[in-house]
């Protein structure tokens, strides 16, 4: 077991750690502004490989099915989970949401799918782009309510799932598949060549992002909620994912793919709906930072027990 936990240490975390390093470091040495990359993330790389990858997919109905159903049902019993730990704890109502976000949404694009790429092959990452289509609509509709539910607005939030490329190049993708075509090959290529740039890109934004969570918020106020978000989503998420997956009776790679993606750290996307809505944005983007490092060791002993 030590043997096959050092060996995932080194074959998968290692070179996603030079990325997020390279990015770490020309974030506080060189003040990389991540806002151009984002853009660049958002509007170009995210969607090339979500139509590079549902294109070709190896995926049937029934996985769709599943990871639909596990994406739901996992969603809403984390929500339930945080919601009574906080009325537990009586957190303040900035707090709870805080917590919330922490328990229900992890960094699955810009972390998970280079993981499972390095981790499962391509068939794990043809696995993966339906879970992370759905996160996409879920944190821009679910992640809305959960953040504020008081300013939650259904027509503002379908408007944002559907100012998202990825969604369009999902359709595309799926549109292609169902009418038996094929991108010209020449086109092709060149969206395959955009969706190589999709890994070592977003680590190095997740680096950058890590390094300037970390200096903005130093407030040591949130104690117990903080230890608790970590002992949630470090913890607690991935039993309840692994209950949840032997309920749907989902088995193999499928399995594996969905435990690893629903165990990641805390999205880094939840602090913006924190410090937009007041959601307690120092417990979320502390919860950011040592999920994220703590994931560098937890992640491949999780690999190596569902066998990556």
């Given at each position: 077991m030590?043997q096959?936990?050092?060996?995932?240490?080194?074959?998968?975390?290692?070179p996603?750690?030079?990325?997020v390093a390279?990015?770490?470091?020309?974030?506080?040495?060189?003040n990389?502004?991540?806002?151009?990359?984002?853009?660049?993330?958002?509007?170009?790389?995210?969607?090339?490989?979500?139509?590079?990858?549902?294109?070709?997919?190896?995926?049937s109905?029934d996985?769709?099915?599943?990871?639909?159903?596990?994406s739901?049902?996992?969603l809403?019993?984390?929500w339930?989970?945080?919601?009574?730990?906080?009325?537990?704890?009586k957190l303040?109502?900035?707090?709870?949401?805080?917590?919330?976000l922490?328990?229900?949404?992890?960094?699955?694009?810009?972390?998970g799918l280079?993981?499972?790429?390095?981790a499962?092959?391509?068939?794990g990452l043809?696995?993966?782009?339906?879970?992370?289509?759905?996160?996409m609509?879920?944190?821009?509709?679910?992640?809305?309510?959960?953040?504020?539910?008081?300013q939650?607005?259904?027509?503002?939030?379908?408007?944002?799932?559907?100012s998202?490329?990825?969604?369009?190049?999902a359709?595309?993708a799926?549109?292609?598949?169902?009418?038996?075509?094929?991108?010209?090959?020449?086109?092709?290529?060149?969206?395959?060549m955009?969706?190589?740039?999709y890994?070592?890109?977003?680590l190095?934004?997740?680096?950058?992002?890590?390094?300037k969570?970390?200096?903005?918020?130093t407030e040591?106020?949130?104690?117990?909620?903080?230890w608790?978000?970590l002992?949630?989503?470090?913890?607690?998420?991935?039993?309840?994912?692994?209950?949840?997956l032997?309920a749907?009776?989902?088995?193999g790679?499928?399995?594996?793919?969905?435990?690893i993606?629903?165990?990641?750290?805390?999205a880094?996307?939840?602090?913006?709906l924190?410090?937009?809505?007041?959601?307690?944005p120092?417990?979320?983007s502390?919860?950011?930072?040592?999920?994220?490092?703590a994931?560098f060791?937890?992640l491949?002993?999780?690999?190596?027990?569902v066998?990556?």
């Amino acid at each position: 077991m030590i043997q096959t936990v050092l060996s995932t240490l080194v074959e998968v975390i290692v070179p996603l750690s030079i990325p997020v390093a390279a990015g770490a470091l020309l974030g506080r040495y060189k003040n990389l502004d991540t806002k151009p990359l984002l853009t660049l993330y958002l509007y170009f790389l995210s969607p090339a490989i979500i139509l590079d990858t549902l294109a070709t997919a190896e995926i049937s109905f029934d996985d769709v099915y599943k990871t639909l159903a596990f994406s739901l049902l996992n969603l809403f019993l984390l929500w339930g989970l945080a919601t009574l730990i906080g009325k537990i704890l009586k957190l303040a109502p900035p707090e709870a949401a805080g917590l919330t976000l922490i328990s229900t949404f992890t960094n699955s694009v810009n972390y998970g799918l280079p993981l499972v790429l390095l981790a499962f092959g391509q068939l794990g990452l043809d696995k993966a782009s339906v879970y992370v289509i759905a996160q996409m609509v879920i944190v821009n509709t679910i992640g809305v309510y959960f953040a504020a539910r008081s300013q939650f607005s259904v027509r503002s939030a379908v408007k944002s799932v559907f100012s998202l490329p990825a969604i369009y190049a999902a359709i595309l993708a799926l549109l292609l598949r169902a009418l038996g075509l094929h991108m010209p090959h020449e086109l092709a290529s060149g969206v395959s060549m955009a969706a190589g740039a999709y890994s070592p890109v977003v680590l190095a934004i997740l680096g950058a992002q890590m390094v300037k969570v970390r200096a903005a918020h130093t407030e040591r106020n949130v104690q117990l909620a903080f230890w608790t978000g970590l002992t949630v989503r470090l913890l607690l998420a991935p039993l309840l994912a692994a209950l949840v997956l032997l309920a749907l009776n989902i088995t193999g790679t499928l399995f594996s793919v969905l435990l690893i993606l629903a165990s990641m750290p805390v999205a880094v996307n939840s602090v913006v709906l924190a410090e937009r809505f007041g959601s307690s944005p120092s417990l979320v983007s502390r919860c950011i930072v040592w999920t994220t490092l703590a994931s560098f060791l937890a992640l491949p002993v999780l690999i190596a027990m569902v066998g990556g």
